[in-house]
């Protein structure tokens, strides 16, 4: 029959166009750089659903079960991170630390127009709480006003930790045993619970030491794939606390998401298995994409991850209130269409638009992370006299 002839085609194109084998790169850096975009337009869809869910309260259903599958993969950006610095325990502790000190100003510059915006658009109800919400974020490292300034921390102290222990584990123990101590002691007088994001440093850390033993350019079977993302799925669906206790189930905790968080894995014996699963569906589909147009989509956002990221901290406070207010409150596909297409196309354009003074952001954050470091004075030779 034509029609069925047609579609037999139809499906050879599209699989042979990127999912089997004409667009598949060897390439690692280009995996990366697609699977850290894939990744950007699921933070950017993921934290519309945030405000979907309270925007609909108990008319949340579906969006329950996104966040659900989706948001606790978030935690890949540090195995990705992993993937691309393979030779980090080769370098000297000085280009080390120099690139945390850097994630670390680029948590500061995110606080800093975070805290601007909010200052425009809401105001405090005296100049000290204005100074409190400025100041205590940057002195604790936690409490940022932009969303994304945690990961900027928790991807800096998690480089840190993997030298150290890639380096010594003698070293890295005693750090670990003097920033518990420290950390305890902060509890005992009252302090934040989460200083400097340390509740996120054990999964970020094993996520980046994962990462760095990954193989590298080595195709992932098909087969293998689709089993790591059903895998992934179920694993996502019923982890919970007290899994083991009191065993699955697919609609209790709808309101519970795993985090890279101690205490808020859910189950940790389940999720970090998922997260590696996940990771292998996610490279692979990096890897087969990476020629189509939604790997180019992918290569655009994942090849300016750092600034983007940034952009994406401040679009949650001025664009994202303002849209979801005016949003229905009961679900539809439509919807949950509009929401990814229009987060990737609004994102994309104003990246475009910003892109030069984004540029010029990130390179004085580079370049603040070299002061003090010292260079390198070209001696000037004597010159030999002519004879005359």
Not at 112 to 120: E, H, M, Q, R, V
Not at 121 to 135: L, N, R, T
Not at 180 to 204: H, V
Not at 238 to 264: A, K, S, V
Request: proline fraction near 5%; aromatic fraction near 14%; charge should be positive.
């Amino acid at each position: 029959m034509i029609w069925l002839e047609s579609t037999r085609r139809l499906a050879g194109d599209v699989l042979g166009n990127g999912i089997m084998r004409q667009s598949q790169t060897d390439s690692l850096a280009r995996t990366l750089e697609v699977a850290r975009g894939y990744l950007l337009i699921c933070v950017f869809y993921i934290h519309a659903m945030f405000g979907v869910a309270i925007h609909m309260g108990g008319n949340a259903w579906a969006v329950l079960y996104q966040l659900k599958l989706l948001a606790p993969n978030v935690a890949a950006f540090f195995l990705l991170s992993g993937m691309a610095a393979p030779a980090l325990a080769k370098k000297g502790f000085k280009p080390v630390l120099r690139h945390s000190v850097a994630l670390l100003l680029f948590a500061l510059a995110s606080h800093i127009l975070g805290f601007a915006i909010l200052l425009a658009g809401q105001g405090y109800p005296s100049a000290w709480d204005a100074v409190k919400a400025f100041a205590r974020p940057i002195v604790y490292g936690v409490g940022y006003s932009s969303f994304v300034a945690w990961f900027f921390i928790a991807l800096a102290m998690a480089r840190l930790f993997a030298y150290a222990f890639l380096r010594s584990w003698i070293s890295f123990i005693a750090i670990s045993a003097v920033l518990a101590g420290l950390i305890w002691l902060s509890r005992k007088f009252g302090m934040p619970d989460n200083i400097y994001e340390w509740r996120n440093w054990p999964a970020a850390t094993l996520f980046f030491l994962i990462g760095m033993r990954m193989p590298h350019g080595k195709a992932i079977p098909n087969v293998a794939a689709l089993a790591a993302l059903v895998l992934s799925v179920l694993l996502s669906l019923i982890n919970r606390h007290g899994l083991f206790r009191t065993g699955p189930c697919w609609e209790c905790d709808l309101h519970f998401i795993p985090q890279p968080m101690i205490g808020q894995f859910g189950s940790i014996f389940v999720y970090v298995p998922q997260q590696l699963f996940f990771a292998v569906f996610l490279i692979w589909a990096a890897q087969r994409s990476a020629g189509m147009l939604i790997g180019k989509v992918g290569l655009f956002f994942g090849q300016a991850s750092l600034p983007i990221l940034l952009l994406h901290g401040w679009v949650l406070l001025t664009l994202y209130p303002g849209i979801l207010a005016g949003m229905p409150t009961y679900e539809t596909p439509f919807l949950f269409v509009g929401i990814f297409s229009s987060a990737i196309v609004v994102h994309a354009l104003l990246y475009v638009w910003l892109r030069r003074p984004l540029d010029w952001l990130q390179v004085m954050i580079f370049s603040m992370s070299r002061w003090g470091q010292g260079r390198k004075v070209p001696v000037k030779r004597a010159r030999k006299p002519v004879a005359g």
